[in-house]
């Protein structure tokens, strides 16, 4: 059983390498919350993967930390004594907010983890010590610029190129890429930009071979996914529309996509994501691990959770460098095969270094009980 006594809330930034393009906007530095839960034996950490606006999904920074601290924290502290395993069912009456309830379960469930001194991974059931790596490469301002940044990662060695696209920077894009690397795994993600009625242009991505298209239609539409997938041959995997194991099996059954995105952050935190890869399973639908450039923190949870069986696809889970010149955590340095570890140590096995942490960090909140 743990008793949670407080809760610090730390919203930090971090400057990208490389600006970050997707069809909704581009990223230059990394804003995110940051939770650390203490209990009498430990403290954890949970990374929150909303942004600043609510573009990706309907939460946002500023919102998810109103709702954790005026409804989760509360509900976190009444319950007591308590166990991550039991927080969803005390988060329940919050509607939605997956993304703020992943926070504070993550940040719970790592302090319980260093206090038994187990690994996450060994926790969740993880089978492998080191995960397949891909990258996701930004929407890029030419042609050229988006070849040049493509060779770079097939050099550093990364197992799976997915390209951001939008209406307009796709088909030729695709191409390029396509012929100046015949032989890599390139999938492309395109963040719900497309409408059914550009069937034509994902007919046209079926020529290159890819190993997915990852979201091409509105989050909220299994059904028209449904038909697209009818209409093409290359296979769909969903990340936006897959908030929970529910959306999972109700999106494999209905034929909605044959791969599944699994961010844990996106589903409401590690547990739930387990359950998404269980229902996956059972299905006979492969699922790998999403990214939301995490700092070192998120990342390692990531690491954790792609150890997984039937994370059977390179991740989103790239090396410190593709997203950081300095991470919050020390650097994760992908071998030359294109993997990472899985961190081994206690919780989620990686602690931010305080100075970095104090020098990246724009506001802080100590949210303790009522009554001790
Ligand atoms: O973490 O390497 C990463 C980023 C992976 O492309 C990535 N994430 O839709 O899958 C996705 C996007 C969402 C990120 S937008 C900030
Ligand atoms: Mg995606």
Known sequence: MTRVRSVELRLISLPLVRPFRTSFGEMLDKVCILARAETDQAHGWGECVADVEPTYS????????????????????????????????????????????????NAVLDAELRARGGSLAE????????????VSVGI??????????????????????????????DVERVRAVREANPDILLSVDANAAYRLADVETFRALDAFELL????????????????????????????????????????????????????????????????????????????WCGGMLETGIGRATNLALAALPNFRLPGDTSATNRYFAEDLTESLVLAPDGTLPVPAGPGIGVEPDPDRLAAATLRVERLVPDRP
């Open 123 to 134: 926790h969740l059931g993880g089978v492998r010590e080191r995960v397949a790596c891909g």
């Open 140 to 169: 890029a301002s030419s042609t050229e610029a988006l070849l040049d940044h493509v060779a770079g990662y097939v050099d550093e060695g990364y197992q799976r190129i997915k390209l951001k696209i939008e209406p307009g920077n």
């Open 212 to 287: 997915m298209i990852e979201q091409p239609l509105h989050h909220e539409d299994l059904w028209e996914h449904s038909l697209l997938q009818k209409e093409i041959r290359t296979d769909l995997c969903l990340d936006e529309s897959i908030r929970s194991a529910a959306d999972a099996r109700a999106a494999i059954e209905l034929g909605a996509c044959r791969i599944v995105n699994v961010k844990q952050g996106r589903v409401g935190g590690v547990l739930e994501a387990r359950r998404v890869h269980d229902v996956a399973k059972e299905l006979g639908a492969p699922v």
């Open 58 to 105: 309907e939460e946002w920074n500023d919102g998810a930390w109103s709702v954790i601290r005026d409804f989760l924290a509360p509900a976190l502290f009444a319950a007591r004594d308590t166990d991550a395993s039991e927080l969803a069912s005390a988060f329940a009456f919050v509607r939605g907010h997956p993304m703020a309830k992943a926070t504070l379960e």
